[in-house]
């Protein structure tokens, strides 16, 4: 069973910076959301920490496509990870998380993981 | 014929290897094997042991398993040791019996030195070599908090891992001044202490220790030669290891001065019917501490017992490659120069955390050893060099250059034989890439799909990319130069399809030149080509997806996705005024502050949302972008000058500030260096700049083209005796030059070295005006000065460009968490776990 989701305001379109990322907060960290205005979808969401360096930058790289695969390139080291599923082009094994995104009106929405409460300690 | 008995001591890892390939042989039939182990389990793979810690059971390292022994016929006895040998009547002795033998091998291994120090053995010390030491240490860690590690060798550092994998705060105390003290020389053995420490792992260099008694923070306490101590909870011995030769000195077999059994070539003792090998064998004074060498001793000694006459070993290479604590650490041949001559290049990045060493033969010619820290990218090449004997191309620096540094790339690849290992992560050799381009690939996707080559790490793709390039260029197939996949042309064909057309925006220039919607290499490259060409801020709308991120965000980013602000200060010139404003701005938002080599002031550590406040305060007290972010002109350094030096014979501070802010903000393909010295004494260090200025009693002598850093270049005389107005002149000419006909981060450098015709060349289109362009040169630079504005003072007066220094969009007061800071000489800086491999 996929486990329970919510779709989450994050920004407006005005945040949104063409061909180029943002950093958001949310309950599942912080994700970058990125613009590519000549591309249909035109949003995408993924971590906005580099798996490589721990930092969380990527929302700061360039983007871009490589053999039509739109990308983004960490800014700490420059390994390119794929905006549609979040694998690395350079290292198979490194894949970080992909967030559906939406526009709804003027907001961009993303499907993030609801936290669960934790348990109050007795 | 009638069966004899051989009989193996030791069953480790090259006692168990040489059953494996003696049972291979046609003289098994002949033999009898009967093998003696004292620990407890059969051999296993010792060169994981820590993997013990990481949940590998026995069974997972084990050789093989005693059904094996059992199918070979082989006679096991575990956890019994030999005690002694007798020579005479060819029998060892056991606690259990006494075995007759008529061949015998010693594969004892090695152990464990202790160091004489008093209080050494007691509850709470440890050695690290067997499965049982690391139960011992386990069940010791249980009760601790901190561990330390006496040795800073390679397996100390291992130990040190594992004792940080066990929960305890690890330290590390060596007594040499530096970490592997044999593989590496001060500076790596220093890069490597600091990514150590900055793991969490404390190192005391320089720590003799004279004694071990109770301790009052924890059970034990280590006190040192110069007074000071150590609290710790338990502690591993790993200073050295020592040749297990007990045994042969017992029964007179010839030892080495400092231990060892005596072997010739075909691992023979002085006994004819006793052998050695593994690492406790000498050969040719040499003990061999790595588990191949030991192999090739056992399959060497299998040959000679199957009376192979050429059976022989020759030595081995002991070269070493390994990331200890995740720390990419090479060692190779001739590492500490003791060839006599040898020379050394050195490359050492402090951003990055890159030390490369390399030694040469007198001549230059042949490569004799190397060490690497941080990244063992160039390991491959560089042991091919040193295995092969191949002579070095003519720059042999760019072997262990950055690519974008004027690297790789100059690599003769020609030279490396069919053998050489180009991608080790996937085992392929050169002539493996031959073969896929003779099979129809003509470029480096396809050969990478084909070979799988570089699709590991990815550290070869330079190399890779050059390999490929001469093989098919060998071929005639046309190699080819374009940018990248959008952009079928060079930079400086790009620069005048912008300059020749006005192009102003990457989208146009790409949607009638290009295609696609560019990458990492097209989009700077064009953003540097349009501010070279008309200007615009960085930040204007169409540019900022083009920038890098430390263009975007006018700032450097650090390792933690932080900043550092480095503000103009013309020539070093600064008032105290505005000194103390540095001061008071790096207090207040905490930032580490270090003095540049260019005579500036660098503050490390802002946050991305902290960066347009700190300017505002900075331009308000007067201050300006200093570019350091930008391939761009970083500063022009100069010396006090005629203005207070008793020698100086021109103004070279005002000189240097004139220029400076001449030049200041302007893109190029590469940052741009500048100084002025105020007399020949030269103490500005102006002929390693890309442009020197050198006064001279009669005007000023301009140098060009030079470089310090990573690959020194000296700068080239170029005109002499120049008035200030002939000298800007100058300047501007040769500077425009570079910016329209110079590569994708070209410094002037190499762009000088590859300008066909050189400095005779750039000499006359820019003294004679041989194109017949120089006051064009000119009247672009005039352009490009009377439009400079202050980046960040643009960007802090307009709320648009604001925005983008918003760290979190929705959660402005949301900190980022993986900023984690730790003080250390009285100033913050971050500590900064690295998640991923
Ligand atoms: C933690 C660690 C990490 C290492 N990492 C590397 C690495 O990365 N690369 C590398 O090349 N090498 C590495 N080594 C070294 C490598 O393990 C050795 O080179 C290799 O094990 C040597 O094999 P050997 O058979 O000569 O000795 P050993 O494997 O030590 O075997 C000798 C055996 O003989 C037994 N023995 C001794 N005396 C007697 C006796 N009187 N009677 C019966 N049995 C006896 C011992 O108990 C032991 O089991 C590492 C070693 C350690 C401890």
Redesign the interface.
């Known amino acids: 069973m996929k486990a329970p989701t919510n779709w989450v305001p994050?920004?407006t379109v005005d945040?949104l910076?063409?061909?180029?990322g943002?950093?958001?907060?949310t309950e599942d960290g912080?994700v970058s959301v990125f613009y590519?205005p000549?591309?249909l979808p035109a949003l995408f969401a993924v971590s906005h920490?580099d798996?490589?360096?721990?930092?969380?930058?990527l929302a700061?790289?360039?983007?871009?496509?490589?053999?039509?695969e739109?990308?983004v390139?960490s800014?700490?080291y420059?390994q390119?990870f794929s905006l549609r599923t979040g694998r690395c082009l350079?290292?198979?094994?490194?894949q970080i998380k992909v967030y559906p995104a939406l526009l709804d009106g003027n907001r961009i929405r993303l499907e993030v993981p609801v936290v669960q409460a934790a348990p109050v300690a007795a | 014929m009638e069966h004899q008995t051989l009989i193996v001591i030791g069953n480790g890892m090259v006692g168990h290897h040489f059953l494996e390939q003696f049972c291979q042989s046609p003289a098994s039939e002949h033999y009898q094997l009967v093998v003696f182990g004292e620990e407890k389990q059969l051999a296993y793979d010792r060169v994981h042991l820590s993997e013990y810690f990481g949940g590998s059971t026995h069974a997972d390292l084990a050789m093989a398993t005693a059904e094996w022994y059992d199918a070979q016929g082989i006679e096991l006895h575990l956890n019994e040791p030999v005690t002694s040998i007798d020579r005479e009547n060819q029998i060892v002795t056991t606690p259990k019996g006494h075995y007759l033998y008529h061949q015998l091998v010693l594969a004892t291994g090695s152990y464990p030195f202790v160091p004489p120090i008093a209080g050494n053995d007691q509850d709470g010390c440890f050695v690290y070599r067997t499965l049982a030491d690391l139960d011992a240490i386990r069940a010791s860690a249980a009760q601790a908090r901190s561990g330390v590690v006496v040795g800073g060798g390679l397996l100390g550092l291992e130990a040190a891992n594992a004792l940080k994998s066990l929960g305890l705060q690890a330290h590390v105390v060596e007594f040499a001044p530096r970490l592997m003290p044999v593989q590496l020389d001060d500076q790596g053995g220093g890069l490597l202490r600091q990514k150590i420490e900055d793991l969490g792992v404390q190192v005391h260099t320089e720590k003799a220790t004279t004694e071990i008694s109770p301790g009052a923070e924890a059970r034990l306490r280590m006190n040192f030669a110069d007074d000071s101590h150590l609290d710790t909870d338990l502690i591993v011995f790993s200073a050295g290891i020592r040749p297990q030769d007990t045994l042969a000195r017992a029964c007179g077999l010839e030892v080495g001065e400092r231990g060892g059994i005596v072997v010739n070539n075909q691992c023979t003792t002085s006994d004819p019917a006793i052998h050695a090998i593994g690492e406790c064998a000498l050969w040719n004074h040499r003990i061999f501490g790595l588990v191949a060498p030991g192999y090739t001793m056992a399959r060497t000694l299998v040959a000679a017992l199957n009376q192979d006459q050429d059976a022989a070993f020759t030595g081995a290479d002991m070269s070493t490659k390994l990331k200890l604590l995740g720390v990419d650490v090479g060692s190779i041949g001739d590492a500490h120069a003791q060839i006599p001559g040898a020379r050394n290049i050195r490359f050492h990045d402090e951003q990055s955390g890159h030390y490369r060493r390399m030694v040469l033969s007198q001549d230059g010619k042949k490569l004799l050893g190397a060490i690497l820290v941080g990244d063992n990218g160039p390991y491959d090449t560089l042991l091919q060099y040193v295995l092969n004997g191949i002579e070095l191309p003519d720059n042999p620096e760019s072997l262990i250059l950055p690519e974008s540094e004027g690297g790789a790339p100059a690599l003769g690849a020609d030279a490396l034989p069919d053998t050489a290992s180009i991608c080790s992560c996937h085992n392929v050799t050169k002539g493996d890439i031959c073969c896929a381009i003779d099979a129809g690939c003509t470029d480096v996707g396809s050969v990478k799909t084909e070979t799988r080559a570089s699709t590991g790490c990815g550290g070869c793709s330079a190399l890779l990319k050059k390999v490929v390039d001469s093989e098919l260029e060998k071929r005639g197939v046309e190699v080819c130069t374009d940018l990248c996949e959008h952009f079928p042309y060079t930079r400086q064909e790009l620069f005048h399809l912008v300059k020749v057309n006005g192009i102003r925006t990457f989208q146009n220039l790409i949607s009638q030149y290009g295609k696609g919607q560019g990458c990492d290499i097209c989009k700077p490259t064009v953003g540097s080509i349009l501010a070279s060409c008309w200007n615009e801020h960085v930040l204007a709308t169409d540019h900022v997806p083009l920038q890098d991120t430390n263009d975007t965000f006018m700032a450097n980013m650090q390792k933690n996705g932080t900043y550092s602000i480095v503000p103009r200060i013309p020539g070093g010139e600064i008032t105290p005024d505005k000194l103390i404003v540095l001061g008071e701005v790096a207090k207040q938002y905490n930032l580490y502050t270090k003095i540049t080599g260019g005579q500036r002031v660098d503050l490390f550590g802002a946050t991305l949302s902290e960066l347009p406040e700190i300017w505002e305060k900075l331009i308000a007290a007067g201050f300006e972008t200093g570019h350091a972010y930008g391939k761009s002109l970083r500063t022009v350094k100069s010396c006090v000058g005629s203005t207070w030096c008793r020698y100086g014979v021109q103004d070279s501070v005002g000189m240097a500030i004139m220029l400076e802010n001449r030049y200041k903000g302007l893109r190029a393909p590469h940052k741009v260096k500048m100084a002025v010295s105020g007399c020949t004494r030269e103490c500005a260090e102006a002929q390693s700049k890309d442009f020197g200025v050198i006064a001279t009693d009669k005007g000023w002598n301009l140098y060009v083209c030079g470089n310090g850093g990573m690959r020194p270049r000296h700068a080239d005389l170029f005109a002499t005796d120049l008035s200030d107005d002939e000298l800007i002149r100058t300047i501007d000419r040769v500077v425009m030059f570079y910016v329209r006909t110079a590569d994708r981060l070209q410094r002037t450098s190499v762009w000088l070295e590859n300008l066909e015709g050189g400095l005779d060349y750039l000499k006359q289109v820019v003294l004679d005006d041989s194109l017949g362009i120089g006051e064009e040169l000119e009247q672009h630079m005039a352009e490009l000065v009377s439009t400079y504005r202050c980046e960040w003072k643009a960007a802090v007066e307009d709320p648009e460009k604001r925005k983008r220094f918003r760290e979190f969009v929705n959660a402005p007061a949301q900190k980022d968490p993986v900023q984690q800071w730790t003080f250390e000489r009285g100033q913050r800086r971050p500590v900064l776990e690295v998640v991923a491999s």
């Open positions: 994050v920004c945040d910076v063409a061909d180029s943002i950093a958001v907060w912080p590519l000549n591309r920490t798996p490589f360096s721990g930092s969380n930058v700061r790289g360039i983007t871009g496509d490589i053999n039509g739109p990308v390139a800014p700490i420059k390119h350079e290292d198979e094994g490194v």
